[in-house]
């Protein structure tokens, strides 16, 4: 599996720390281009590479850190989004009512991309936390996953697992994933599992 990151906002550069913590080798791009992104590449070492849009496009796995609003326009660049998995970590902050029409922001995302398995994750959290390492007081914060197709949705679960989060799935995106959207009860709960302890 390869993995790239769009947007190197608050949340894909908090996204590229844990790659990077982890060991998982990521690409990341923005519009500006890889030179704008060479000094947080060069901070986070070698498993972080800056790369063009157009090439972050073609790696398996595709996390979107953009604005809500840009995914359709990011979509467009993209002919075949067939077989890919796009992570969306985005929020419609902002977004009226009448645009969203009573429908769920993965969703719209999922028209944008179509042919894509979408898996919404890494939302509900702010950037400051997803920067922190989910290794916490012998402990793993919790990051809540939902998607329709369940081999994309156990593969960003695993992914998430392997970044260090205690990843919980909750269903299909228009079920538990509607629980992941603004202002759904699972968004902003900074929640940490920790393992049973046996009784003795
Ligand atoms: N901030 C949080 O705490 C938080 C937490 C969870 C989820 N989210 C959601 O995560 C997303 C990103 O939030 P953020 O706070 O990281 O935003 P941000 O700091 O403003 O960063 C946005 C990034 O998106 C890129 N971008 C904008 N338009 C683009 C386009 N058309 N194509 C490609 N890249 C584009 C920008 O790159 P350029 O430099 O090229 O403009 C920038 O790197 C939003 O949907 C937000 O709702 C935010």
Do not use: C
């Not at 995914?71 to 985005?90: F, H, M, P, S, Y």
């Amino acid at each position: 599996m390869t993995y790239a990151i769009i947007g190197t906002g608050n949340v894909g550069t908090a996204l590229a720390r844990q790659f990077a913590r982890a060991g998982i080798d990521v690409a990341i791009a923005n519009r500006q281009g890889p030179d704008s992104i060479q000094p947080l590449v060069d901070e986070l070492g070698a498993h972080v590479t800056a790369t063009t849009l157009q090439a972050a496009l073609d790696a398996d796995v595709i996390l979107l850190a953009i604005p809500f609003v840009a995914v359709e326009e990011l979509a467009k660049t993209r002919a075949d989004w067939a077989g890919k998995i796009v992570i969306d970590a985005t929020n419609a902050y902002g977004v009226s009512p009448q645009v969203m029409a009573g429908r769920l922001s993965s969703d719209i995302v999922a028209k944008a991309v179509s042919g894509a398995n979408v898996v919404k994750t890494f939302n509900q959290l702010p950037a400051a936390l997803l920067a922190r390492d989910p290794a916490q007081d012998g402990g793993r914060r919790v990051i809540f996953v939902a998607g329709n197709d369940e081999t994309a949705t156990t593969s960003v679960k695993d992914l998430a697992s392997r970044l260090g989060f205690s990843a919980i799935v909750v269903g299909r995106i228009d079920e538990g994933g509607r629980l992941l959207h603004i202002p759904g009860p699972l968004v902003l709960h900074n929640l940490v599992e920790f393992p049973l302890k046996s009784a003795s």
